[in-house]
């Protein structure tokens, strides 16, 4: 599992938006009603950065402080993977909480999603499902982390992305941890 310092090497635009001291989710409150563990590579990056759109494209999802349950609830109510399911469009993945459900975590401007298949027990070891615009399913052995460091370090390929993804220079975009 690498760590959020590889992801800043391959992905430097995003490191003007690490949170000094970190930000404060509650991680027992969000995982109790999700109502399962997430990755600890996604707790070092969700305490380190807010929501980050990597050049208007991309959008990583992070839970903010005081609105964990918010994320919680988003992750377990995909209607529109559950649509999908239930229209038989999930090749052999089905939604969370089923057992070894999807749970999104990005997405991007064109309609990929990007989610973790939550199986096995250890959420370190849950790989990385693509569901591109073209109606692909793509499942990667790896974390979030190791998977966005390799997208943007090149190591990664993914296939059914624009011709231009990723950008040579990917700009990054921090959005603030306010609660309206």
Same mark, same amino acid.
């Given at each position: 599992?690498?760590?959020?310092?590889?992801?800043?090497?391959?992905?430097?635009?995003?490191?003007?938006?690490?949170?000094?001291?970190?930000?404060?989710?509650?991680?027992?409150?969000?995982?109790?009603?999700?109502?399962?563990?997430?990755?600890?590579?996604?707790?070092?990056?969700?305490?380190?950065?807010?929501?980050?759109?990597? @050049?208007?494209?991309?959008? =990583?999802?992070? #839970?903010? !402080? /005081?609105?964990?349950? %918010? &994320? $919680?609830?988003?992750?377990?109510? +995909?209607?529109?993977?559950?649509?999908?399911?239930?229209?038989? @469009?999930?090749?052999?993945? =089905?939604?969370? #909480?089923? !057992? /070894?459900?999807?749970? %999104? &975590? $990005?997405?991007?401007?064109?309609? +990929?999603?990007?989610?973790?298949?939550?199986?096995?027990?250890?959420?370190?070891?849950?790989? =990385?499902?693509?569901?591109?615009?073209?109606?692909?399913?793509?499942?990667?052995?790896?974390?979030?982390?190791?998977?966005?460091?390799?997208?943007?370090?090149?190591?990664?390929?993914?296939?059914?992305?624009?011709?231009?993804?990723?950008?040579?220079?990917?700009?990054?975009?921090?959005?603030?941890?306010?609660?309206?």
């Amino acid at each position: 599992m690498l760590r959020i310092e590889e992801l800043e090497a391959a992905l430097p635009a995003m490191t003007r938006w690490r949170v000094p001291g970190g930000r404060n989710v509650h991680w027992a409150a969000l995982e109790a009603g999700l109502g399962t563990a997430l990755p600890s590579d996604f707790h070092s990056l969700a305490q380190a950065y807010p929501v980050l759109v990597v @050049d208007d494209f991309l959008t =990583v999802y992070v #839970p903010r !402080p /005081g609105a964990e349950m %918010s &994320w $919680a609830s988003g992750a377990r109510e +995909d209607e529109i993977l559950q649509d999908l399911y239930e229209m038989g @469009d999930t090749e052999d993945y =089905v939604p969370y #909480p089923q !057992p /070894g459900g999807l749970i %999104s &975590w $990005a997405e991007s401007n064109s309609g +990929d999603v990007f989610y973790w298949k939550t199986g096995p027990a250890d959420p370190d070891a849950w790989p =990385v499902v693509v569901r591109t615009a073209n109606a692909d399913w793509i499942e990667f052995p790896v974390g979030a982390v190791e998977f966005l460091a390799g997208v943007y370090g090149r190591t990664l390929d993914l296939p059914g992305m624009p011709r231009d993804f990723p950008g040579e220079s990917p700009q990054v975009l921090g959005l603030s941890d306010r609660i309206d």
